[in-house]
């Protein structure tokens, strides 16, 4: 921060002391704006450019110097000489800064108050920055650029011009859109030449991709009937990567402030340092807020989340029949095939339906218990995030026993990071009994001996939200009903 703030009061007293030139400047009149950088602090950078330049140290952190110069160098021109400035880019194959100006010489006292001349070149355009903006921002208001425009324009420093970008996945999902296409092609043409249309490509997103097995899938469970206990759900974090946890059983809210609301249950914590407001995902599609009722302290370790919008409620729940199952998915084999689980016939997935939730003074030690969990590794499913399981820790159902109860319900079976939220459940009396907080061994892979993990009872979570809401007089529960 202090070398930061250093930096700060360097650039604000370059400026202060560089002359607002309304003629030909001198080289007197601007002074040096460079900055030495720490080796130490840019090592990753350095070594990027080692590798695929094939330079020396010395080079690379030389470019690194010339790439925070040309930031200054950029205000400066963009301050200064705006009405001859084109913009600027790094030319990494020759380590050069190019300087993009409809009158060069304009550009020159600027550049030789670098450190060196020579690792700056210029380059003659037709059009200016503040032309090409001007243009863009013209363009942007006719095509109502926004998020759900077909067309977005940008400019494009290197070509000098305005790029009138077409979305088109975004026009396959519009009715009309032969107005909007007149009304681009219309405002690019009013352009004086300076804007050319293109295709965008849609990038592939960086989340699980929209997979289909067949069948529902702990992973891959788009359109095969409602939302229920163990599948996927992937939260996006702050810093930009995504997180993977389960979902535990489908609730309502009835009566008050939410009456007949559906929601779906998890663990509290898969919610932590979450503040960005992107949709919970499960298979690439939007689902679910980020955020709904949620605590994270176990026992109370759980987050009831709303669906992201009514559309996705219908196609999740409430257009569905049998609102009231948990995923069973089991597979022989691979390195993580558990004994206690034999999959028998099975060859995909079926569905427990739960016909009731059990207190937690009803759930006793021995008592044989299942659950079922995402956690997986981008080894074994490379197609999904990677939660953090660990290779060959793979996904589905897994039996178990009841080792005590005390706030929680501790068990002897196996579970990784990703399994957070996912449901436990009696296969005896088809009874929700809780979601799992966690485990106590913090390990990776495969299942080992002497498993242990705790899971926050059904009764507490629905209590604990239902006296949170009672001032608006709803209440929640778990959906048990044939319809849920």
Sequence with gaps: MRRARR???????????????????????VQSFHTSLDPASVRESVRYLVENYRVSEQEALRRLELQTDGGKLDELLRRDRGAEYGGMWLDQDKGQLVVAMTKPAA??????????????????????????TAAKERIAAKVGAGPDAVYLPSVSESENRVVLWERDWVAREKAVV????????????????????????????????????????????????????????DMKRDDGTW?????????????????????????GHCMRTKTNNTPTQHNGNDVLQQHGIEKSSYPYDYAALPYVNDAASTTWLEGQTGRNRVLKYCRNGGMDSNGDTPCGAQATSVDEYITGARKLAEIKAGYVVCASGTASSKVNYPDSVDSGAGAGYLVGTRCGRVLSTDVGINTDLCA?????????????????????????????????????????????????????????????????????
């Design 243 to 267: 997180g993977g946890c389960t979902s535990g059983f489908n609730l309502r809210s009835t009566g008050g402030g939410f009456p007949g609301k559906g929601w779906v249950l998890t663990a």
């Design 416 to 484: 990784r990071p990703g399994d957070s939220g996912g449901p436990l459940f009696s296969q005896a009396d088809h009874a929700a009994l809780g979601i799992l907080v966690g485990n106590q061994q913090s390990r990776s892979g495969p299942c080992q001996a002497g498993e242990l993990n705790n899971y926050a009872p059904i009764e507490t979570i629905t209590t604990d939200l239902s006296e949170r809401i009672a001032s608006q007089g709803s209440a929640f529960a778990v959906i048990t009903t044939p319809n849920g």
């Design 7 to 29: 930096l700060g009061a360097l650039a604000v007293s370059v400026l202060a002391a560089t002359t607002a030139l309304g003629g030909p400047a001198s080289a007197d009149t």
């Design 107 to 132: 550009a020159e006292p600027y550049l030789r108050a670098m450190p060196a001349r020579s690792a700056v070149r210029t380059h003659q355009v037709q059009h200016s920055l503040q032309q090409l």
């Design 178 to 233: 032969a107005t909007e296409t007149t009304t681009a092609r219309r405002a690019a043409a009013e352009e004086s030449g300076m804007v050319v249309s293109r295709v965008l490509k849609n990038p592939n997103a960086l989340s699980t991709p929209n997979v289909d097995l067949g069948f529902c899938h702990p992973l891959y469970c788009t359109n095969y009937g409602p939302m229920r206990g163990g599948i996927r759900l």
